[in-house]
């Protein structure tokens, strides 16, 4: 039975100036954080032996942040021991865990490697070292490329790395450049994401009145797509619209959302999905921990729906942000799919809602074909090249 499971680490050593996922720098709290992380573990698992979440066949545990790396190594390894044998997670399983260049070692990673995790996903971000400090990263290349080495030194073979494009000062053949370094360390994954100023963010006090004059739309579409070519020339795949990998080495667990999967959510500001309920975590370290130890189970069971009576929310520690109908999953479908080269499956869509696609759609499929933005290859559609640039627009014509 496939299983996936989110743990937000939310401590980081600074929080960078773009950056808009929920973190602290205080992590006087880090011990009991995680000690309540392990109830959580132990009180998902339970609930998932007695209800059963949705099955796809795949087992995934991703730890994210945050910055996973930036605490003692023995707090994440004993949080996944907990997570893997109360879940009886498989052995072939995918088990990620998020790092940065500045606060990984290779006694980390070796530490990591032996409590079972097999992946990484490094935030490089960028090898020029003046795009770096535009970002306010703590790391400079020559320390994201020793940092590469030590994880392949510690036995990691499937490492993903991520980089952000769209940045003021950064050139296409500066990105160029700076995937070639990675790939030829032995690169299976690559993520690339465009920069969004995220409201609340020293970034949007600095670049909300100036990114597209530093930053065309125009140029940062270009760059998009060269480095999309780029990796396909390398003998990566394009499987979605942010990432690319070698053949076999996709992300299961970021795959599992765009199927629409159920996924559990451990710690601060997680989201979960399950029995047709997306949840959230409050985002609040010390709620967090004083929540967890006077956790009622009933309480969430009815939050996901299991119990008779239905609450939105679960003081100080989850919420409700929506309860999913056939007609909520059915509109969500091409929203997620849309996300992946493969795109809308038909057949896969009518088995789900008995209901044919191209009924059900007929006026959005066929606008959005007339514009360039949508192709139908029979079985499957997809964006197009040019769709690529206006998916959003897209994807919101489906809901």
Not at 338 to 348: C, V
Request: charged letters at 25%.
């Amino acid at each position: 039975m496939g299983r996936h499971i989110y743990v937000h680490n939310p401590f980081c050593v600074r929080k960078c100036p773009y950056c808009g996922f929920f973190s602290v720098t205080d992590k006087t709290l880090a011990k009991d954080y995680y000690t309540q992380a392990m109830a959580e573990a132990l009180l998902w698992a339970e609930l998932d032996k007695e209800n059963k979440s949705s099955d796809d066949g795949i087992d995934t545990v991703y730890f994210g942040g945050g910055t996973p790396s930036c605490v003692p190594e023995n707090l994440i390894c004993s949080l996944l021991e907990t997570v893997t044998e109360s879940f009886g997670i498989g052995k072939d399983a995918e088990i990620t865990l998020e790092v940065n260049p500045a606060s990984f070692t290779l006694e980390k990673g070796q530490s990591y490697i032996a409590s079972g995790f097999n992946r990484l996903s490094m935030g490089i971000q960028s090898l020029d070292d003046n795009v770096l400090k535009t970002l306010g990263r703590l790391h400079d290349s020559k320390g994201a490329l020793e940092a590469l080495d030590m994880a392949f030194s510690a036995g990691f073979g499937n490492i993903s790395a991520d980089f952000m494009t769209g940045v003021p000062g950064q050139t296409s053949g500066g990105i160029l450049t700076d995937l070639q370094k990675v790939l030829d360390k032995g690169v299976k994954h690559i993520s690339t994401y465009s920069l969004m100023i995220e409201e609340d963010t020293p970034f949007q006090t600095r670049y909300k009145d100036t990114i597209e004059d530093l930053v065309p739309p125009d140029t940062e579409r270009r760059m998009y797509h060269e480095v999309r070519r780029f990796l396909t020339e390398k003998g990566m795949i394009p499987y979605e619209i942010s990432n690319s990998c070698m053949p076999g080495f996709e992300s299961r667990h970021n795959t599992s959302y765009w199927n629409g999967s159920d996924y559990y959510a451990i710690g601060a500001g997680a989201h979960g999905y399950i029995n047709s309920v997306r949840f959230g975590h409050y985002e609040d370290v010390s709620s967090y921990i004083s929540s967890m130890k006077r956790i009622n189970k009933e309480e969430v069971l009815s939050l996901l729906g299991f119990g008779g009576k239905t609450i939105d929310k679960v003081e100080g520690l989850l919420y409700c942000e929506e309860r999913l109908g056939l007609e909520d999953k059915m509109k969500e479908y091409p929203f997620l799919k849309l996300r992946t080269t493969r795109g809308i499956n038909k057949a896969e869509f009518e088995e789900r809602f008995g209901k044919r696609f191209e009924e059900v759609y007929k006026d959005e499929l066929r606008s959005n074909i007339e514009r360039g933005y949508l192709k139908d290859e029979g079985q499957f559609v997809s964006l197009t090249e040019q769709g690529l640039d206006f998916a959003n627009l897209v994807m919101e014509d489906f809901l």
